[in-house]
T-cell receptor
Framework: GNSVTQMEGPVTLSEEAFLTINCTYT??????LFWYVQYPGEGLQLLLK?????DKGSNKGFEATYRKETTSFHLEKGSVQVSDSAVYFC???????????FGAGTRLTVKP | GAGVSQSPSNKVTEKGKDVELRCDPI?????LYWYRQSLGQGLEFLIY????????KSGLPSDRFSAERTGGSVSTLTIQRTQQEDSAVYLC??????????FGPGTRLTVL
């Protein structure tokens, strides 16, 4: 079945550091891929998405590219801020089903 | 406008008791999802409602779990004869389009 594996945390970085959170997936067909973010005390919210191979999703300085050849959707940001501290979830939705598959989440802490 | 709301925010119950968890989706959203997030785990899909169609119950872990959605709006997730392994955060999400879900704050269930 479909599944998502993402980098285990926690990840602690200094402000302005480069961020990569790895995400790989297993799916039949061509899923849509997502990154969701959960800020402290808030619900999950969509950060970015990509619906086909080679698409790049971007939002708030974060980017992720849908790589079919490596079945990956790694999240990157060139310069993190303290306000980026949150838990990040990689997810996929299969083409022919209704359920989303989420990774375990990666907690990011950015220190000033 | 109001987002997705869930109640109660916290529920502590004794093993063997039944519990009901409520979700109020965003008005006009035809799709509604329930997920479970156990400690250190990703989000586990439970059930999906879309309009008047029969729900996708493929994620429900046992027949102790059931859900209904009345009038295409409010949904209730019921867990009968709760077990300690049912302890988790139960998240509800609604959407108007398949690839963008809006999550509620969750209900933290603790089974003693």
């Amino acid at each position: 079945g479909n599944s998502v594996t993402q980098m285990e945390g926690p990840v602690t970085l200094s402000e302005e550091a480069f961020l990569t959170i790895n995400c790989t997936y297993t799916a039949t067909g061509y899923p849509s891929l997502f990154w969701y973010v959960q800020y402290p005390g808030e619900g999950l919210q969509l950060l970015l998405k990509a619906t086909k191979a080679d698409d790049k999703g971007s939002n708030k300085g974060f980017e992720a590219t849908y790589r079919k050849e490596t079945t990956s959707f790694h999240l990157e940001k060139g310069s993190v801020q303290v306000s980026d501290s949150a838990v990040y979830f990689c997810a996929l939705r299969g083409r022919n089903n209704n359920d989303m598959r989420f990774g375990a989440g990666t907690r990011l802490t950015v220190k000033p | 406008g109001a987002g997705v709301s869930q109640s109660p925010s916290n529920k502590v119950t004794e093993k063997g008791k039944d519990v009901e968890l409520r979700c109020d989706p965003i008005s006009g959203h035809t799709a509604l999802y329930w997920y479970r997030q156990s400690l250190g785990q990703g989000l586990e899909f439970l059930i999906y409602f879309q309009g008047n169609s029969a729900p996708d119950k493929s994620g429900l872990p046992s027949d102790r779990f059931s859900a209904e959605r009345t009038g295409g709006s409010v949904s209730t997730l019921t867990i009968q004869r709760t077990q300690q392994e049912d302890s988790a955060v139960y998240l509800c999400a609604s959407s108007a389009r398949p690839d963008t879900q809006y999550f509620g704050p969750g209900t933290r269930l603790t089974v003693l």
